[in-house]
């Protein structure tokens, strides 16, 4: 027997809970969270999550994790997915129908990244190949802007000393 859809909101919050912490560590508190069941659709070798035409139409990226098909976690470490936004979903990902008439767009688990999970969570994710190569001058635009807040750092902290010496 399936869950109502107040019961489905409610342990899509509570999963969403343990996802918390990550989602105002990168100051989205709003993240598109959509729990989905990873499966091997007929035909395909590898898993696939499916997403509602509705969802994708939203135009953002999607944060997920592997439930069943009552909203409970599949997975003990209770890993957090990632999907950027596609612009070109319509035409990627294909459509299927399911036999009751509802159509989805199949997405497979292997474009999902893997953001972390409990046994990474509060661990400090770099990418270092966005970093700024320290041999690299800096262009005329980065040394005004580098001035610019060093002029506000010294504004802050005069006015702290002002407000010291009182």
Same mark, same amino acid.
């Given at each position: 027997?399936?869950?109502?859809?107040?019961?489905?909101?409610?342990?899509?919050?509570?999963?969403? #809970? %343990?996802?918390e912490?990550?989602?105002?560590t990168? *100051?989205?508190i709003?993240? =598109?969270?959509?729990p989905?069941m990873?499966?091997?659709?007929?035909?395909k070798?590898d898993?696939?999550?499916?997403f509602?035409p509705s969802e994708m139409?939203?135009s953002?990226?999607?944060?997920?994790?592997f439930?069943?098909?009552?909203?409970?976690?599949?997975d003990?470490?209770?890993?957090?997915y990632?999907?950027?936004?596609?612009?070109?979903w319509? #035409? %990627?990902?294909?459509?299927?129908?399911s036999n009751? *008439?509802?159509q989805?767009? =199949?997405?497979p688990?292997?474009?999902l990244k893997?953001?972390?999970?409990v046994?990474?969570?509060?661990?400090?994710?770099l990418?270092?190949a966005?970093l700024?190569?320290?041999?690299?001058?800096p262009?005329?635009?980065?040394?005004?802007?580098?001035a610019g807040?060093l002029?506000?750092?010294?504004?802050?902290?005069?006015?702290?000393?002002?407000i010291l010496?009182?």
């Amino acid at each position: 027997m399936g869950i109502t859809p107040e019961q489905r909101r409610q342990k899509v919050n509570k999963l969403k #809970e %343990e996802h918390e912490d990550y989602f105002q560590t990168i *100051g989205n508190i709003n993240a =598109l969270f959509i729990p989905k069941m990873a499966y091997r659709p007929p035909g395909k070798d590898d898993l696939h999550v499916s997403f509602f035409p509705s969802e994708m139409e939203k135009s953002q990226d999607i944060y997920t994790e592997f439930v069943s098909i009552n909203y409970d976690s599949e997975d003990p470490k209770r890993t957090l997915y990632f999907l950027k936004f596609n612009p070109h979903w319509r #035409e %990627e990902y294909e459509m299927i129908t399911s036999n009751s *008439g509802f159509q989805r767009h =199949l997405v497979p688990a292997s474009e999902l990244k893997v953001i972390n999970d409990v046994t990474s969570r509060g661990k400090l994710d770099l990418d270092f190949a966005e970093l700024p190569n320290p041999d690299d001058k800096p262009s005329n635009n980065d040394e005004n802007l580098i001035a610019g807040k060093l002029n506000e750092i010294n504004n802050s902290l005069q006015q702290l000393i002002k407000i010291l010496k009182k």
